[in-house]
């Protein structure tokens, strides 16, 4: 079976400060994980697939196959990084996508 | 790059009353899926749908629920007999080989 866990419902920091939204999975095979974040009043939209390898918006996120996780890093949080975030997990290309239980990351100025 | 459309935003029904939720993807993308998210909970997956029929779904999607794509271009998800428990954000999604474009949702209050 597939799980996602985010252990951190909410998260807050002040702006500059390195942030690190966690995210461990259980899955027996290969999977992809992905994190989505969803702006106030906006729909769901990817941030980080693992397999790119890209940082976008100053996020990063390492698979870590030893300890099943993905966590999200960003070294100095805007505060318009202000959001929910969702870890995700599929096994297959076109297979459904197991979502974690998100965490609010809220960046005070 | 395109957007997945939903419509109605909002819907309100009594329990007991029949519910179709339209989502409105790219008429040649063949992935489709709903997800929902009960309020303060977890997004959870639905049903996906590849090539007009159903090809997994969980068990949230028991007798009750149906998908359809009637005309090859709207994607409906249909709730027969609604529960106050069905209460939610329904998400429809389109899926390519990098990522899984949502729609902005409906939010359906059973009453």
């Known amino acids: 079976a597939q799980r996602v866990t985010q252990p951190e419902k909410l998260l807050s920091v002040f702006k500059g400060a390195p942030v690190e939204l966690k995210c461990n999975y259980s899955?027996?095979?290969?999977?992809?994980l992905f994190w989505y974040v969803q702006y106030s009043r906006q729909r769901l939209q990817l941030l980080l697939r693992?397999?790119s390898r890209e940082s976008i918006k100053g996020f990063t996120a390492d698979l870590n196959k030893g300890e099943t996780s993905f966590h999200l890093k960003k070294p100095f949080a805007q505060e318009e990084d202000s959001a929910m975030y969702y870890c995700?997990?599929?096994?297959?290309?076109?297979?459904?996508?197991?979502f974690g239980q998100g965490t609010i990351l809220t960046v005070h100025p | 790059e395109p957007e997945v459309t939903q419509t109605p935003s909002h819907q309100v029904t009594q329990m007991g009353q029949e519910v179709i939720l339209r989502c409105v993807p790219i008429s040649n993308h063949l992935y489709f899926y709903w997800y929902r998210q009960i309020l303060g909970q977890k997004v959870e997956f639905l049903v996906s749908f590849y090539n007009n029929e159903i090809s997994e779904k969980s068990e949230i999607f028991d007798d009750q629920f149906s998908v359809e794509r009637p005309d090859g271009s709207n994607f409906t998800l249909k709730i027969r007999s609604t529960k106050l428990e069905d209460s939610a954000m329904y998400f429809c999604?389109?899926?390519?080989?990098?990522?899984?474009?949502f729609g902005s949702g409906t939010q359906l209050s059973v009453l």
């Open positions: 995700a997990l599929t096994s297959t290309s076109y297979g459904k996508l197991t």
């Open positions: 999604a389109r899926r390519t080989v990098e990522k899984l474009f």
């Open positions: 693992h397999i």
């Open positions: 899955y027996s095979g290969s999977p992809e």
